[in-house]
């Protein structure tokens, strides 16, 4: 038996030498020497069950990975040379296909790789091209930015020259209104030449005497004639009390306006204001437009408090807190006339219908009357306690209307120089005061937002009284028809009153104190400004 094992052994070790050597991990087979014994000593059943179960082994191995890791201490498995060379063949099989699927996967690889180089190289050109027009456009914007710096030394005189013949224009506008209302008028001038005349030299028996001044002008009986209906508007065209909305806004100055007055009879405004200049604008027509200024006037040291036309509409007169009245030529845009006559700030300014007479107040309790063409004042009215607010002129007549912080108005005969009518009704201090309705009915308001109605003829209390407060009522106006009366509050608004039925209605939009407030020429418009530096137009 040793003898048969020593043989098989020596017949197994050449075949499994080789294998042994490159896969020192895998045992030597023993099968064969296990058939040979089992066939020799004649046990063939149980060499039959020893194939049996040997082949079945072997085939379960084939589906299992060869073995990697060393057996268990004491275990001998020794494959055979077929099994083994399968599973070789099997993994070799399964590196084949990776090696195609790695094939595959290069060549794609490669096929994107020269994609992308394509693509890169198309972009690199696009790149390229959108650096040389952004290049291009650099130069073309440097070459613009230099003809637009050759252009705007004219650009600016073009705009200068625009708003030299727009001012023109409007002036040209004035002077020929003018020159139409006094031909028209020349016929009754004539007339009532000589009833002037005769007036004149009746009052003047009553004058006291006083120092003439060679170029002193005398004392109208009337101002200049003038169509009362055109002035006083037509009443059936009245708007009513709620039909006014806010049309636009204007941005007239940095710093509160303290007064706005409106040329007679054109779209033409005029703005006073604390940073010591005032504005003349032109109002547009409609909402997509913005005011323009076409004047502007700086002369005075310290703010100023009102502005008002000459009649003719070719001066504005100003009033101002470093205690001077100026007189402005709007032609040639410049000041022609300054009156230094009152010692405290002067706040008011008015005009007599012939155009040569200015009236103003101020704080040292007085107003006072400047003859344009002797350029000196003709009349010092002392009356007031305290600060006279406002001066207004009845139309068409030489009766003056005045206002105090003192809480009463008084009515001035300019010929005589004397007091005719005082109105004692006001519990607190007057802010301003003006005539309207026929000039019978004088409206006045007060620091309280009291709002008095008073009749000429019966100065001795008022006809009706509207509570406008608590805050101030700064200025009141009529309207051309002299039905409708605008107020100006501190507290925001602009309040709308009907004179007959004393019905208010109130205007929000200012969002700061309104300063000043009046009508156009046809009574459809209202314009306000206030600290806020913004004229509102209503319509």
Not at 44 to 52: H, N, Q
Not at 213 to 219: Q, R
Request: with cysteine.
């Amino acid at each position: 038996m040793e003898t048969t094992k020593m043989s098989v052994a020596s017949t197994s070790a050449p075949l499994f030498g080789t294998f042994k050597e490159e896969h020192t991990n895998i045992p030597e087979a023993v099968d064969d020497f296990i058939r040979n014994f089992l066939q020799k000593i004649g046990l063939s059943r149980t060499l039959d069950c020893f194939e049996v179960e040997w082949y079945s082994s072997a085939q379960k191995l084939l589906t299992e990975p060869l073995l990697t890791a060393p057996p268990p201490p004491g275990a001998l498995v020794i494959p055979d040379a077929l099994t083994h060379k399968q599973l070789l063949q099997s993994e070799l099989q399964k590196v084949y296909t990776e090696t195609n699927h790695f094939k595959e996967e290069v060549l794609s690889a490669g096929d994107s790789l020269v994609r992308l180089q394509r693509d890169r190289d198309l972009h690199r050109l696009h790149c390229q091209k959108l650096v040389a027009d952004k290049s291009r456009l650099m130069e073309d914007i440097k070459r613009l930015k230099k003809r637009l710096a050759a252009y705007e030394p004219a650009l600016r005189q073009l705009d200068d020259k625009y708003e030299a013949a727009l001012r023109q224009k409007m002036l040209l506008g004035l002077e020929s209104e003018r020159i139409q209302n006094n031909l028209n008028a020349g016929l009754l001038l004539d007339k009532t030449r000589t009833k002037m005349e005769r007036r004149t030299k009746k009052s003047s028996a009553q004058l006291p005497t006083l120092p003439r001044h060679p170029k002193d002008t005398e004392f109208p009986v009337c101002s200049r004639p003038v169509n009362l209906q055109r002035a006083q508007g037509n009443p059936g065209e009245q708007k009513s009390l709620n039909s006014f909305n806010l049309f636009y806004s204007i941005k007239a100055h940095a710093l509160p306006i303290s007064c706005i007055s409106q040329l007679p009879g054109k779209k033409i405004l005029a703005s006073a204001s604390d940073d010591c200049s005032w504005r003349l604008w032109a109002l547009p027509a409609s909402r997509e437009k913005v005011g323009q200024m076409v004047l502007t006037g700086e002369g005075h040291s310290d703010w100023l408090s009102s502005c008002s036309f000459h009649p003719e509409g070719t001066k504005l007169a100003t009033t101002s807190g470093d205690t001077t009245v100026k007189l402005w030529d709007l032609f040639c845009g410049r000041c022609v006339l300054t009156f230094s006559g009152h010692s405290q700030p002067t706040w008011g300014c008015s005009f007599h219908s012939c155009g040569h007479f200015l009236a103003s107040c101020s704080s040292d309790k007085t107003a006072k009357l400047w003859d344009l063409n002797s350029q000196r004042c003709r009349l010092t009215m002392r009356r007031h306690t305290a600060s006279v607010n406002s001066v207004c002129f009845q139309s068409f007549s030489n009766t003056l209307l005045t206002c105090s912080a003192d809480k009463t108005l008084a009515l001035w005969d300019i010929r005589l120089g004397v007091c005719t009518a005082s109105f004692v009704g006001h519990q607190h201090p007057c802010n301003h005061a003006t005539l309207g309705l026929g000039e019978e009915v004088v409206a006045s308001c007060d620091t309280r937002g009291i709002v008095n109605l008073w009749d000429i003829r019966r100065p001795a209390s008022p006809l009706r009284t509207i509570d406008a407060g608590p805050l101030s009522a700064n200025q009141v106006a009529f309207n051309p028809s002299r039905k409708m009366l605008a107020i100006a509050s501190s507290d925001s608004l602009v309040r709308l009153v009907d004179v007959d039925s004393c019905k208010v209605s109130s205007l929000s939009g200012q969002r700061d104190s309104v300063q000043s407030v009046t009508f156009d020429h046809t009574g459809k418009t209202v314009m306000s400004a206030g600290s806020n530096g913004l004229i509102n137009v209503w319509m």
